[in-house]
């Protein structure tokens, strides 16, 4: 159990478009969802909290703008990079954590298996 | 300061041998700490956890060593086999807000020589 699911688990673009990267909870409700971006050889760096029929919470220095999410239901939530650039190339990872919103009595984030993300 | 560190970098180790990583906290609310495994190209996949009132937890070969009053916990890995190799996360789990969110050590790249 507690299986979650990342589509596409490859994309290239051009520079300038944009690109939605979808993340599930297979088998379980998660009112929140994280979204991840990790760079060659580096660790996990939170950029946003994604909490079900709410705003999502960015992390500083993470351009809400540019990073769009949506946590349209309990099982599902998107990121879209707008205007994607060469720099936004990266390894994008979602988790989902089960239970009550924020949490509750859950400690534990299941994730994804990554998408990467290359801007040509 | 929400930092975990975590050493060392890379490690490497011959098949059999035992595999330590370390790392340490700095905020005393954290209440959790999982280790996570990840391979190139995959999401991390949860190894072991801990909660600050354990001082060992023991999962087959892998076992968590905890000291609440050094704010340090470790990941020992007996008998490494090749099979381990791959990038390993400490982290520590507190409330931001109203969500629990991770903080992630720096990763140690595990190699085991066959």
């Known amino acids: 159990g507690a299986v979650v699911s990342q589509h596409p688990s490859r994309v290239i673009c051009k520079s300038g478009t944009s690109v939605k990267i979808e993340c599930r909870s297979l088998d379980f409700q998660a009112t929140t969802m994280f979204w991840y971006r990790q760079f060659p050889k580096q660790s996990l760096m939170l950029m946003a909290t994604?909490?079900?029929?709410?705003?999502?919470?960015?992390e500083q220095g993470v351009e809400k703008d540019k990073f769009l999410i949506n946590h349209a239901s309990l099982t599902l939530s998107t990121l879209t990079v707008t205007s994607a650039h060469p720099e936004d190339s990266s390894f994008y990872i979602c988790?989902?954590?089960?239970?009550?919103?924020?949490?509750?009595?859950?400690?534990?984030?299941?994730f994804g298996p990554g998408t990467r993300l290359t801007v040509l | 300061q929400q930092q975990v560190k975590q050493s060392p970098q890379s490690l490497i180790v011959q098949k059999g041998g035992i595999s330590i990583i370390n790392c340490a906290y700095e905020?005393?609310?954290?209440?959790?700490f999982p280790w996570y495994q990840q391979f190139p190209g995959k999401g991390p996949a949860l190894l072991i956890a801990?909660?600050?009132?354990?001082s060992e937890k023991k999962e087959g070969r892998f076992t968590i060593s905890f000291n609440k009053s050094a704010k340090q916990f470790s990941l020992h890995i007996m008998d490494s086999q090749p099979g381990d190799s791959a990038t390993y996360f400490c982290a520590a789990s507190g409330w931001s807000g109203s969500a629990r969110q991770l903080t992630f050590g720096s990763g140690t790249q595990l190699t085991v020589l066959p």
């Open positions: 905020n005393t609310a954290f209440d959790y």
């Open positions: 994604s909490n079900e029929g709410s705003k999502a919470t960015y």
């Open positions: 988790s989902a954590l089960p239970g009550l919103a924020g949490g509750g009595l859950y400690n534990e984030q299941f």
């Open positions: 801990i909660r600050p009132d354990v």
